[in-house]
């Protein structure tokens, strides 16, 4: 495909090489086909995280 021609108005179908070649370009998602999750779904990441959110009030409650 040549794309020096191509402009804002041009319009892609769904099925355009375009969007094809986008869509296989989502680097997360291959990762994840590897078995990679990112941070945000981790059991451990979202513990340690919600130890820190809480902190402050278990010291308090500690201390009296």
């Known amino acids: 495909m040549n794309v020096d021609n ?5 319009v ?8 094809r070649f986008k869509k296989t ?3 997360q998602q291959t990762w994840k086909e590897h078995g990679w999750a ?6 451990m990441t979202k513990a340690k995280w919600n130890y820190y959110k809480t902190l402050s ?6 201390n009296g």
């Open 6 to 10: 191509v402009n804002s108005t041009t």
């Open 12 to 19: 892609y179908s769904p099925t355009h090489e375009m969007l």
């Open 25 to 27: 370009t989502d680097v």
């Open 38 to 43: 990112p941070p945000s779904e981790d059991p």
């Open 57 to 62: 009030v278990r010291l308090e409650t500690e």
